[in-house]
Every structure is written in C-alpha cells, then in structure tokens.
C-alpha cells in the first residue's frame, strides 16, 4: 500500500468502493453522509452504499423521502462522505454535490432493485424523525403489512446520487503516513499531501 502510485491509489479507491457495495464486511458498505441542516448544522449518518459509477463518479445510496436528509438536501446540495476500513487502516473523505433521483428512470430501476425485505423500510406510516408515543407501534405497523403489494411504499421511497468533486486518501502506518487528493472533473487531478 505504501509504495502505489497515485494512479493505483485512485483506482484502489474505486475497487474498495465497488467491493462496499456487496461486501456486508467492508467497512465501505456503510459510509458516513453529511448534509447541513436547517440550523445550519452538519448532520451525519450512517447509510449503506447502493451502486457505484466510476466513470460518471456517482455513487448512491436509498433514503426516505420524509427523512431530515431529503429535505436537508433540496435546501443544500453539498454533501460530504466519511468512510474509514480499519482492516486496510485506510480513511477515504469525499465531497460532492447530491442528486435527488424521484419519479425518473433511476428511481425505477433502484426500486426494482430493491429485495422485499427493504422495501417494507419504506412501509412505516410514521416519517422518520417524527416524535411517536410507542416504539411498539414500528413492529405492529410492520406486521400490519405481511402479504401487502409493497410497491404502493415506492412513493416513499428516494435514490440519492452523490457526484463525487474530490476524493481524499489517508493511509495510517507508524512508519509513515500516506494522504493523496483527488480532484474529479473531466479530467482527473491528482497529488500527494502531508497526513
Ligand atoms: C448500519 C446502518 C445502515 C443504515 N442505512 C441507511 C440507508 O441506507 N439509508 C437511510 O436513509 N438510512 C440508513 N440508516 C439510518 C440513518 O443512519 C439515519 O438514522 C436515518 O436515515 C435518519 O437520518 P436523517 O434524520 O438524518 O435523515 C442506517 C443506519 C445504520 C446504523
């Protein structure tokens, strides 16, 4: 890992990714999105990586409609992600700008993808984040929907796009530590920075 080039790196970064997408392991399966909220706050949280795009530097993850982020990002569409994979002791941090997919052709086909067992997330009658009197009644409403056509809960449901602007590479070793920027565009910048 210490001695690749920028080049490797950078397209290390995109195998990590790739393989985050399937691998429930990776810690890149669960990266750390934040957005600003309506306080002016950055907001994180954990989500799980959908897809990735290497080409059009995109990845995505599902979301909520009703959730503070949807509306967190249509008020702000700057985003940021945090991933760190102890195993590889590597630490990636992305900025970007968020795309909200709803009721057009990627929505579809992110639906589409989507096993049964995550579409009833989308289920609950209850908008994340709304104050609820029982935690009992999220088991209750999900029972109510066993046998249910899920696709009526297609409306809740949002793919968010994240258009990757740069890419920042950390690798922790006592002998030395490694961080590399990317700068994506048409073209691709690349260079080394002090950890
Ligand atoms: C392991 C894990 C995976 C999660 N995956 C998602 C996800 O893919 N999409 C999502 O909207 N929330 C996901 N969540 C829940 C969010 O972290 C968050 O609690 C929820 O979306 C409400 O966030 P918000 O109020 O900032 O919109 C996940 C949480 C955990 C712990």
Same mark, same amino acid.
């Given at each position: 890992m210490k001695n690749m080039t920028l080049n490797e790196i950078y397209n290390q $970064?995109?195998?990590d990714l790739k393989d985050g997408v399937k691998n429930t392991k990776s810690a890149f399966h669960y990266p750390i999105i934040?957005?600003?909220d309506k306080n002016g706050y950055p907001s994180?949280?954990?989500?799980?990586?959908? +897809?990735?795009?290497?080409?059009?530097?995109?990845i995505s993850f599902n979301t909520d409609i009703r959730s503070e982020k949807w509306l967190e990002i249509k008020n702000? +569409?700057?985003?940021?992600?945090?991933?760190y994979e102890p195993n590889k002791k $590597?630490?990636?941090r992305i900025i970007g700008s968020a795309i909200l997919n709803y009721k057009n052709k990627i929505w579809d086909a992110a639906w589409d993808s989507t096993p049964s067992m995550s579409r009833e997330c989308y289920s609950t009658p209850y908008p994340p984040s709304t104050t609820i009197s029982k935690p009992e009644d999220i088991d209750n409403s999900l029972k109510n929907i066993q046998n249910e056509d899920l696709?009526?809960? +297609?409306?809740?449901?949002?793919?968010?796009?994240?258009? $990757?602007?740069?890419?920042?590479?950390?690798y922790l070793i006592h002998s030395g530590h490694r961080r590399a920027k990317?700068?994506?565009? +048409?073209?691709?910048?690349?260079c080394w920075l002090a950890p």
């Amino acid at each position: 890992m210490k001695n690749m080039t920028l080049n490797e790196i950078y397209n290390q $970064i995109w195998n990590d990714l790739k393989d985050g997408v399937k691998n429930t392991k990776s810690a890149f399966h669960y990266p750390i999105i934040s957005t600003i909220d309506k306080n002016g706050y950055p907001s994180s949280r954990t989500v799980v990586l959908r +897809k990735i795009n290497k080409e059009n530097n995109i990845i995505s993850f599902n979301t909520d409609i009703r959730s503070e982020k949807w509306l967190e990002i249509k008020n702000n +569409k700057k985003i940021s992600v945090s991933i760190y994979e102890p195993n590889k002791k $590597i630490q990636i941090r992305i900025i970007g700008s968020a795309i909200l997919n709803y009721k057009n052709k990627i929505w579809d086909a992110a639906w589409d993808s989507t096993p049964s067992m995550s579409r009833e997330c989308y289920s609950t009658p209850y908008p994340p984040s709304t104050t609820i009197s029982k935690p009992e009644d999220i088991d209750n409403s999900l029972k109510n929907i066993q046998n249910e056509d899920l696709n009526k809960y +297609k409306v809740n449901f949002g793919r968010i796009d994240i258009l $990757i602007k740069s890419l920042d590479w950390l690798y922790l070793i006592h002998s030395g530590h490694r961080r590399a920027k990317f700068e994506l565009s +048409k073209n691709i910048s690349m260079c080394w920075l002090a950890p």
